[in-house]
């Protein structure tokens, strides 16, 4: 039924969570894992004039970097991991990519934030179920973990 999982990841502590529920439905259903993150390019335009944009945007990628490694050594042995590094704005980018990609599943946490934090931040995940042309795991982040 799946072939290919497109895990987007943004590093945090709480999406180990994800990352093993990603790796079991990999394991079962012999598919592949990409693990993607996306260097969030649309705040840099916010920053000050004096910032290095290039500076800021290698950091960022060396974060990106070392989520995918975290996701990788959370994976099985046995399970076939890919990555790939995007730069954008991570709702679109990762409907963008599932599509181009080939992806039959996407697997992603979700905050679970409720009320005026919802309507005031919005959230990637709710934007991506909205838009994706291929189906949506979302699976609770640990917010104790994340905090952490």
Known sequence: MYDRLLLPTDGSAGMERVIEHADEIARRHGAAVEVVYVVNTAHMTTMPTDASVEGIRGLLSEEGEMAIEAAERICSPETTVEHTI????????????????????????????????????????EHVVRRSPVPVLTVHVDEALTAA
């Open 86 to 125: 995007l730069e954008g704005d991570p709702e679109r980018e990762i409907v963008a990519h599932a599509t181009e990609s080939g992806a039959d599943l996407i697997v992603m946490g979700t905050h679970g934030r409720g009320g005026i934090d919802r309507l005031l931040l919005g959230s990637v995940a």
